[in-house]
């Protein structure tokens, strides 16, 4: 098979109520051939290509499954439903996870199985136990959700 897809590669199938169900029905579609498998939000748009690549690479390396994550430059705060503070975890440890993510294929079909749903694929791999990995992320693989993101957006690909 060549190092790029071809438009005989790609099954458009449907999605779910759900992030959970939707990867669940991608997945229910993949040839048998495929062991890597990556999940990605559409509202990160301009990850770019090599991102995509570093995440493969490390799968295939060993990992279980690898998100890219920016270190995060705020000071966080875990409150409870009151709104008290009740822990102020040390941002050097602290990571903001992007799409998309990659994960072995039966890595991520165990953590399906379990019924578990999660809006992070990788958090059904914590729960099994499996070995997730944070790479470097990418500042282009932002979410465009609000109009500010939108006009950042239209800034980056220019006229």
Request: proline share 4%; glycine share 8%.
């Amino acid at each position: 098979m060549s190092a790029h897809p071809r438009a005989g590669d790609v099954t458009v199938v449907a999605g779910g109520a759900e992030r959970t169900h939707s990867v669940a029905a991608g997945l229910a579609a993949l040839r048998d051939d495929v062991d890597v498998v990556l999940v990605h939000d559409a509202a990160r748009c301009l990850a770019p290509a090599s991102l995509f690549d570093r995440l493969v690479a490390a799968v295939r390396a060993g990992a279980d499954a690898v998100v890219p994550g920016l270190p995060v430059t705020d000071t966080v705060k875990q409150v409870d439903a009151d709104g008290v503070v009740v822990a102020t975890p040390e941002r050097s440890s602290l990571r903001a996870v992007q799409t998309p993510q990659a994960f072995r294929r039966s890595m991520l079909v165990d953590a399906h199985a379990s019924g578990v749903e999660a809006t992070d694929d990788a958090a059904l791999v914590e729960r099994l136990g499996g070995r997730v990995l944070v790479i470097e992320g990418d500042e282009l693989a932002f979410k465009v959700t609000t109009a500010a993101d939108l006009e950042r957006a239209g800034r980056i690909l220019g006229p």
